[in-house]
């Protein structure tokens, strides 16, 4: 926990990018303080069609879902780090957005295979 799914333009990121923004979100988020850095699951998918307000115009979109709990504040932290740390990224997007979903702790159920 948290999972960060950051959604790009496929057309306008280019592979070989991938590591390095991955690695920069998900140190910015251990950077927020508000989680352990183990427990970050970070992953990208690329978007083949989309629209922009009607246009063409390639936007970077990234989704942290996280267990309820944290206060608007914390909240409004983990958005602006990530958002910082995207905007570090120099892509070639027209915006840059960040949302920060809470995800219900009483029905969050997790399986580990791995001890």
Known sequence: MPHIIIEYPQQSVSEDLL????????????????????????????MQFYTNAGSDQPYIHTMARIKSGRNSEQKK???????????????????????????????????????
């Not at 995207?86 to 009483?106: F, H, N, Y």
């Open 19 to 46: 590591p390095a923004i991955l690695q920069a979100v998900h140190e910015a988020v251990v950077t927020s303080g508000l989680f352990d850095a183990s427990h970050i699951k970070t992953r990208a998918y690329p």
């Open 77 to 115: 932290q983990l958005s602006e780090v990530i958002l910082a740390a995207i905007g570090e990224q120099k892509l070639a997007v027209s915006v840059a957005t960040v949302e920060i979903i809470d995800m219900d702790r009483d029905s969050y159920s997790k399986y580990s295979v791995l001890s």
